[in-house]
């Protein structure tokens, strides 16, 4: 069997002589590239850096301070800020997203007497994606369950559902955010149980004797939700700071539209757009909580129907509402 392991070893030989050849007319071939090639990979690295950014001395959520001087608070938050200062495509979009939808959220809140703090939890959720559906099926722009959904007085069934409805679902998430605080006493905990429950954060906060949150051993994904929040919190208030660069015409703007007021059926939901001048693909953009073609409404309650208003549907770029300035740069 020797000759078969010589005649092996000479053929390995060959071949990394080839190899070797080859890499040789390669380099040569591609010297008179290297000059120019090496000065675009420098420039590259001085326009993009990755850098850690520092964790501010003092951070509050719903007026609770933070106990950011723990090491694993701080670390946990530290978490959260780089990866959602690094998850690029995502961090901007909820910015641009955020100057639609915090318009309509606000309000709400503060008209609940619920802290402001909260459009972050929103903003978790869904992405501000108001048809987003979790693969347990909680469903809108602040991801009810049908069953909450309905504990909180949505009306969810086949024709309509109101966790789709922005102002409705977030009135429905107040009332759920209310019921939280007046049993924990603390909007840390309230916002944790928007994730998991207020019966498992109850069963955890008497098993655990431990009434706070920083303080409480949680799922992973509960552990790191408030810190979450926190995080975009930070990065919404100075985008800048953090690398984004974003400019007024960027930013979505608030949808400009009519509204109406229905108390009959609707037999056909296309003739129905086409008798208010817009189209089906429209009329079920500006109300995802139409769930079907028609609408029964057999005992004549009044739904209120956004309609786009045509004329300025075709926003000037240059004529953007910005909710918030320190979201832009102005060259």
């Not at 509050?60 to 301070?65: D, K, L, P, Q, V």
């Amino acid at each position: 069997m020797w000759w078969k392991r010589k005649n092996s070893l000479v053929f390995v030989f060959f071949i990394a002589g080839i190899v070797a050849w080859a890499g040789v007319f390669i380099s040569a071939s591609d010297k008179d590239e290297l000059p120019e090639a090496l000065p675009m990979a420098a420039s590259s690295k001085k326009g993009y850096k990755i850098k850690s950014y520092p964790i501010p001395e003092n951070l509050t959520f719903a007026g609770e301070n933070i106990p950011i001087q723990r090491f694993d608070v701080k670390e946990k938050f530290d978490r959260e800020l780089v990866s959602n200062v690094y998850f690029h495509s995502n961090t901007i979009l909820l910015i641009k997203r955020a100057n639609r939808y915090f318009p309509i959220i606000e309000p709400i809140l503060k008209a609940n007497n619920i802290p402001e703090d909260f459009k972050y939890i929103a903003m978790i959720e869904s992405g501000f994606q108001p048809r987003v559906v979790s693969p347990a099926g909680a469903a809108g722009i602040w991801q009810f369950l049908k069953a909450t959904g309905r504990e909180y007085g949505l009306e969810v069934n086949t024709y309509v559902d109101e966790r789709y409805n922005v102002e409705k679902a977030t009135e429905a998430a107040c009332k759920y955010l209310q019921s939280g605080y007046d049993k924990f006493g603390s909007w840390s905990l309230t916002a944790a149980s928007y994730n998991i429950g207020k019966t498992r954060i109850a069963n955890e906060v008497e098993r655990q004797n431990c009434g706070s949150y920083f303080d409480l051993l949680l799922p992973e994904e509960t552990s790191r939700y408030v810190f979450r929040a926190l995080a975009l919190k930070q990065i919404m208030e100075g985008p800048a700071n953090y690398g984004f660069t974003i400019h007024e015409q960027d930013l979505y703007p608030p949808l400009p539209c009519k509204e109406i007021v229905i108390t009959t059926p609707i037999t056909d939901m296309v003739e129905f757009a086409s008798q208010h001048q817009t189209s089906y693909y429209m009329l079920k953009e500006f109300n995802p909580w139409l769930r079907d073609t028609y609408l029964t409404n057999a005992s004549g309650k009044a739904y209120v129907i956004k309609l786009p208003d045509n004329a300025q549907l075709n926003v000037d770029p240059d004529h953007i509402k910005v909710h918030n300035k320190n979201w832009v740069i102005h060259d």
